[in-house]
Each structure stands twice: as structure tokens, then as C-alpha cells.
């Protein structure tokens, strides 16, 4: 059995930053790759950022670029997502999201991540 398991939340300024972090335990990681997603009150779950593990290609969301970074450990079998400059709208609950062998990897679709760690939640004040 997979677990992910994030930290790395918390409440910070307008203009600060947060590293997230999601250990992965259970098996030894073979998928397409891993991503983050956030919630919102009220909102769908959205992709904010994803690393394809063969070569490391990261990917993000617009809203995101050039302001969050994803990375890994792959000793500690752990993926980050550093996240400067933070807006307000930033606010969300933070999900690590990995694919075990889905068979089919779309990055920005939640549909492709079968296993989800608990959530993290960010909060930026204005």
C-alpha cells in the first residue's frame, strides 16, 4: 500500500513563500509521474504543479509559473513544490498526487494520479 503524507503548510504573508513536502512510503515509486493539486472553499481541485520521474520534466499551471518550483529527493523519496511570492488566492488546500502505474499520464488531470496524500493547508493573508 502507497501512503503520501505532506507538510509544509501553514499561514504567511502576502509576498512569502512555503516549501511543501510529500513523503512517499509503501513501494518503490514506478509510475509517470508526480504532481500537486489545490482546493479552494468552493472551487474544484486544481493542478498546480507536476514532474514527469523518468527525466524530470516539470510542468505547471499558469497561475503559478515562474513563482512555485517542483523538485525531488529520490533517496528520501520525497517530492517538494517551493512556492515564492505568494498571493491571497494562493489559499488552498495542497494534495501531493502520484501515479502507480495508471497506464496513461495526463499531468494536469487529476484523473491520472491514483493514490493522494491527506492535504496540507495554506493560507495567505493579505
Known amino acids: 500500500q502507497v501512503q503520501l503524507v505532506e507538510s509544509g503548510g501553514g499561514l504567511v504573508q502576502a509576498g512569502g513563500s512555503l516549501r511543501l513536502s510529500c513523503v512517499a512510503s509503501?513501494?518503490?515509486?514506478?509510475?509517470?509521474?508526480m504532481g500537486w493539486f489545490r482546493q479552494a472553499p468552493g472551487k474544484e481541485r486544481e493542478f498546480v504543479a507536476a514532474?514527469?520521474?523518468?527525466?524530470?520534466?516539470?510542468y505547471y499551471a499558469n497561475s503559478v509559473k515562474d513563482r512555485f518550483t517542483i523538485s525531488r529527493d529520490n533517496y528520501k523519496a520525497t517530492l517538494y513544490v517551493q512556492m515564492n511570492g505568494l498571493k491571497p488566492e494562493d489559499t488552498a488546500v495542497y494534495y501531493c498526487?502520484?501515479?502507480?502505474?495508471?497506464?496513461?499520464?495526463?499531468?494536469?488531470?487529476?484523473?491520472?494520479?491514483?493514490?493522494w496524500g491527506q492535504g496540507t493547508q495554506v493560507t495567505v493573508s493579505s
Open positions: 514532474l514527469r520521474w523518468a527525466d524530470g520534466r516539470t
Open positions: 498526487a502520484a501515479d502507480y502505474g495508471m497506464g496513461r499520464w495526463n499531468y494536469d488531470s487529476s484523473r491520472s494520479y491514483n493514490y
Open positions: 509503501g513501494r518503490t515509486y514506478s509510475g509517470y509521474g
